[in-house]
């Protein structure tokens, strides 16, 4: 098993930046592909970043491509999300997820669903002031 934890969310101005960190615990986190999440108030959690065990394959929301960057260190057991250009619409809570991989999957495996992931943060605020 896997915990995660959220920190780096804030208040900050349209346009601004913010960086997200997930820590999670265990000595097996480069077999965990992570997402990350956001679920503003009264909508659904939606899908913003993926990345893969080791970092070989990425992804992103079209509502954030080319404004977020999702990087990973293995030695450090985190996965951080750069965010930037932000929006009042990026206001959201943001969760990291993670998942278990076997050592037969691709290095490259990501997952952009919700149910894709067993292991949740407990989430951290964004609120982006226009």
């Known amino acids: 098993q896997v915990q995660l934890v959220e920190s780096g969310g804030g208040l900050v101005q349209a346009g601004g930046s913010l960086r997200l960190s997930c820590a999670a615990s265990?000595?097996?986190?480069?077999?965990?592909?992570v997402g990350w999440f956001r679920q503003a108030p009264g909508k659904e959690r939606d899908f913003v970043a993926a990345?893969?065990?080791?970092?070989?394959?990425?992804a992103y929301a079209d509502s954030v491509k080319g404004r977020f960057t999702i990087s990973r260190d293995n030695a450090k057991n985190t996965v951080d999300l750069q965010m930037s250009s932000l929006k009042p619409e990026d206001t959201a809570v943001y969760y990291c997820?993670?998942?278990?991989?076997?050592?037969?999957?691709?290095?490259?495996?990501?997952?952009?669903?919700?149910?894709?992931?067993?292991?949740w943060g407990q989430g951290t605020q964004v609120t982006v002031s226009s």
């Open positions: 265990g000595r097996t986190f480069n077999r965990y592909a």
């Open positions: 990345i893969s065990r080791i970092g070989l394959g990425i």
């Open positions: 997820a993670a998942r278990f991989t076997s050592y037969t999957d691709s290095a490259s495996v990501y997952y952009t669903g919700i149910n894709d992931y067993a292991y």
